[in-house]
């Protein structure tokens, strides 16, 4: 079972409006809703090629059962650790004649002491079984910048491989516990610089037109589709595409090969293209170290 950790979901709210005029009542004629979160999407992702996964995190109040409800319709088990507060939403207003995206963003919840507690004791019990976690998103208000890195200690403690996307402090304390994979949130072809990574563990970097790995026993490389590190479907995707070779002990141009496929393959509306992955595949040229691209 592979686990899935979003601390700060939301639930995506998004309007098909005529023309907006503020100021005044303005009519919706479709509203659609969706789990948000990068967790809950590479849960997605995994389900859809036929893992075994469940979503984890803090949800809570009616937003929290909408994004449970979501989820499930996917196929998609849930555990999240309730919370008091309510889930934040993320509001998408598009207008019908040109297409023109407003959107609006709640505020995190704040998650207090106890709700901290609850949600280490459901992760722990989440560990037994598991063959990888994935941490991955922002950290909703209250929870200290080092909760990625006990997450991280309490999995590599148990055996269990993590694979970690975030930025910030949240991910250099968390990358110097060990993580299997490192993936920072923002592209770039350089390491940060304070990112204190284990000699064991590999880094994903998006660098121009390639991606990137930083392995222990050198650099492997393989080309992007066009433009596609731009939107963060793409992102979403390739961090999904990573976790069954870490779980299966893929080599690296076989792990390369399936996560830029997958990224490719992924439209900016995120729906996973089975056809698509499979025709990019054959296409993945990998490079490793030592070999010209």
């Known amino acids: 079972m592979i686990v899935t950790v979003t601390l700060n ?11 907006v005029s503020l100021g005044a009542a303005n009519k919706v ?20 090629f036929g893992h075994d996964v469940v979503a984890a995190g803090l949800a809570g109040g009616s937003t929290g059962q909408l994004i449970r409800n979501e989820l499930g319709r996917a196929g998609v088990a849930t555990q999240f650790t309730p919370i008091a507060a309510e889930s934040r939403r993320v509001v998408a207003i598009a207008e019908g004649q040109d297409g023109r995206v407003t959107s609006f963003t709640e505020p995190a919840p704040y998650i207090t002491t106890e709700e ?10 989440l560990l037994n079984g598991a063959t990888a976690v994935v941490l991955c998103g922002s950290l909703p208000d209250g929870l200290p910048e080092e909760t990625y890195a006990s997450l991280t200690s309490y999995a590599t403690g148990s055996g269990v491989p993590v694979i970690l996307e975030a930025g910030g402090s949240a991910l250099r304390h968390a990358a110097a516990r060990g993580p299997a994979l490192v993936i920072p949130d923002s592209a770039g072809p350089d390491l940060p610089d304070d990112l ?16 990137v790995v930083r392995s222990p026993g050198g650099d492997w490389r393989a080309e992007l589709p066009a433009g596609g590190q731009h939107t963060a479907a793409f992102r979403d995707a390739l961090v999904a595409g990573f976790v069954p070779g870490v779980v299966l002990g893929w080599s690296w141009p076989d792990m390369l090969r399936h996560a830029v496929a997958l990224a490719g393959s992924v439209p900016p509306s995120g729906e996973a293209d089975l056809t698509g992955y499979e025709r990019l595949l054959a296409d993945v040229v990998v490079t490793g170290p030592g070999e010209a691209g």
């Open 9 to 19: 979901p939301s639930l995506q709210v998004e309007y098909d409006a005529g023309p």
């Open 116 to 125: 901290l507690g609850r949600l280490a004791a459901d992760y722990l019990s």
């Open 29 to 48: 004629r479709r509203v659609r809703y969706a789990a948000g979160g990068r967790g809950l999407a590479v849960a997605r992702y995994l389900h859809t």
């Open 196 to 211: 204190p990574v284990t000699g064991s563990a590999s880094v994903v970097l998006l660098a121009g037109g390639e991606v």
